[in-house]
């Protein structure tokens, strides 16, 4: 139940790795036959990448993984841009792969606002429209957050940005493979993905670039990935990413739905069972996948490390923050106060879940609750 740190491979996405870690282990670079089918793969997983996106496969650089590709995008961007400006516009609740670039950057002499979001966590787009100046070069807002779930105003961002001649990147790690998120739709120029989070292995993502965009490189070599991104190519994990896109495009239709009947119902009976209890983010428009509650005057670690002990695993606040004792950013820009932020459990559904497993969550969720609260002096 914590899908929104990462998802178990997919065994189908295992088989297709296989091969390239054996016999066809070639360079993608060499010319001779090893060479040309491990590039072969490569051209392949370039093609069905593009193709859940609806982008051409020159349109997608290969990257170790979400955090490298929105550093790409970002810092790609700025350092490209540097002469027509030097102003960024992020929201205060992206992933710190976002929040930390720019504020590398703001510390190398760009200046970036941070709009705010409601409490629901969507982010005005008229806020980002205010914030565009004529120095702006680069809007950056995530699809779907990965504490809450809530799914942005892409489209409309976009519109604005463009009118503005003013670029867009989205990172779409937690949204690809639940949502709809083909380039037509959403307008952006540039978008970042994960495999881990998608049943794909770890440590291999992309970044999708407008083909008439030029981004400056961060990692300089022998020119891979259309001069944008060098060093051999990881082919295994490639080959498992491109399979964990193929196979979620495939699906998206039936697992949304399926994710959406899961989600809906661990919400219903989670405040049907517990007495004050919230549920942080938008009700609508969120990923199908999540369930962000908060529990009034109790630990989400205590209930976290008791559900562990339950054979279940939930995190608390998002996996990359969680062992730092700060309160989420997230849910701290949703006006949340600190002791109820404290009592935060995100649970991120899977397509392996079922609803047994869901009644088998709640019902030990109510228990412990309970007894977190017997011992509970804010209770
Ligand atoms: C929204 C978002 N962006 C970026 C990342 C980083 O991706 P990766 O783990 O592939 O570096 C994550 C991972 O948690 C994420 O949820």
């Given at each position: 139940?914590d899908?929104?740190?990462?998802?178990?491979?997919?065994p189908?996405?295992i088989?297709?790795?296989?091969?390239?870690f054996?016999?066809?282990f070639?360079n993608a670079s060499?010319?001779?036959?090893?060479?040309?089918?491990?590039k072969?793969?490569?051209?392949?997983?370039?093609?069905k990448?593009a193709r859940?996106l609806?982008a051409?496969?020159?349109?997608?650089?290969?990257?170790?993984g979400?955090?490298?590709?929105?550093?790409?995008?970002?810092?790609?961007?700025?350092?490209?841009?540097?002469?027509?400006?030097k102003?960024?516009?992020?929201?205060?609740?992206?992933?710190?792969a976002?929040?930390?670039?720019?504020?590398?950057?703001?510390?190398?002499?760009?200046r970036?606002?941070?709009?705010p979001?409601?409490?629901?966590?969507?982010?005005?787009?008229?806020d980002?429209?205010?914030?565009?100046?004529?120095?702006?070069i680069?809007i950056?807002?995530?699809?779907?957050?990965?504490?809450i779930?809530?799914?942005?105003p892409i489209?409309?961002i976009?519109?604005?940005?463009?009118?503005?001649?003013?670029?867009?990147?989205t990172?779409?790690?937690?949204s690809i493979?639940?949502i709809?998120?083909?380039i037509?739709e959403?307008?952006v120029?540039?978008l970042?993905?994960?495999?881990h989070?998608?049943?794909?292995?770890?440590?291999?993502?992309a970044?999708y670039?407008?083909k008439?965009?030029?981004?400056?490189?961060?990692?300089?070599?022998?020119?891979?990935?259309?001069?944008?991104?060098?060093?051999?190519?990881?082919?295994?994990?490639?080959?498992?990413?491109?399979?964990a896109?193929e196979?979620?495009?495939?699906?998206?239709d039936k697992d949304?739905?399926?994710?959406?009947?899961?989600?809906?119902?661990?919400?219903?009976?989670?405040t049907?069972g517990?007495s004050?209890?919230?549920?942080?983010?938008?009700?609508?428009?969120r990923?199908?996948?999540?369930?962000n509650?908060?529990?009034?005057?109790?630990?989400?670690?205590s209930i976290?490390l008791?559900?562990?002990?339950?054979?279940?695993?939930?995190?608390t606040g998002s996996?990359?923050?969680?062992?730092?004792?700060?309160?989420?950013?997230?849910?701290?820009?949703?006006?949340?106060?600190?002791?109820?932020?404290?009592?935060?459990?995100?649970?991120?559904?899977?397509?392996?879940n079922?609803?047994?497993e869901?009644d088998?969550?709640?019902?030990?969720?109510v228990?412990?609750?309970d007894?977190l609260?017997?011992?509970?002096?804010l209770?």
């Amino acid at each position: 139940m914590d899908h929104g740190a990462t998802t178990r491979p997919d065994p189908e996405v295992i088989s297709a790795m296989l091969p390239y870690f054996n016999d066809l282990f070639g360079n993608a670079s060499s010319l001779h036959t090893f060479g040309r089918e491990a590039k072969d793969a490569l051209n392949r997983s370039h093609e069905k990448v593009a193709r859940l996106l609806g982008a051409g496969p020159e349109e997608i650089i290969f990257t170790s993984g979400g955090t490298e590709s929105d550093n790409l995008a970002i810092k790609g961007i700025a350092y490209l841009k540097k002469n027509k400006g030097k102003h960024i516009i992020a929201s205060v609740i992206e992933h710190p792969a976002v929040l930390n670039t720019c504020m590398y950057l703001e510390e190398a002499g760009y200046r970036v606002t941070y709009i705010p979001v409601d409490e629901m966590g969507l982010v005005n787009p008229g806020d980002v429209e205010a914030a565009i100046t004529d120095d702006t070069i680069l809007i950056s807002i995530m699809h779907a957050n990965n504490e809450i779930g809530t799914i942005q105003p892409i489209s409309e961002i976009s519109r604005i940005a463009h009118e503005r001649d003013v670029l867009v990147h989205t990172d779409a790690v937690q949204s690809i493979g639940k949502i709809s998120t083909t380039i037509a739709e959403l307008g952006v120029d540039l978008l970042s993905i994960s495999a881990h989070k998608i049943h794909g292995p770890k440590g291999v993502g992309a970044l999708y670039v407008n083909k008439g965009i030029k981004l400056e490189s961060l990692v300089h070599g022998g020119g891979h990935e259309m001069g944008k991104r060098s060093g051999t190519e990881n082919i295994p994990g490639i080959v498992g990413l491109a399979k964990a896109i193929e196979l979620s495009e495939q699906r998206l239709d039936k697992d949304a739905r399926y994710l959406t009947g899961l989600r809906d119902t661990m919400i219903s009976k989670i405040t049907n069972g517990i007495s004050n209890c919230y549920l942080s983010g938008h009700p609508t428009k969120r990923l199908p996948n999540n369930v962000n509650m908060r529990f009034s005057f109790v630990e989400g670690e205590s209930i976290m490390l008791m559900l562990d002990t339950k054979g279940v695993a939930v995190s608390t606040g998002s996996a990359c923050s969680s062992g730092s004792l700060e309160p989420s950013h997230v849910l701290t820009a949703l006006n949340i106060p600190p002791v109820e932020i404290h009592g935060n459990l995100r649970i991120t559904l899977g397509r392996e879940n079922t609803m047994e497993e869901v009644d088998y969550v709640v019902e030990n969720l109510v228990e412990i609750v309970d007894k977190l609260r017997a011992i509970s002096p804010l209770a």
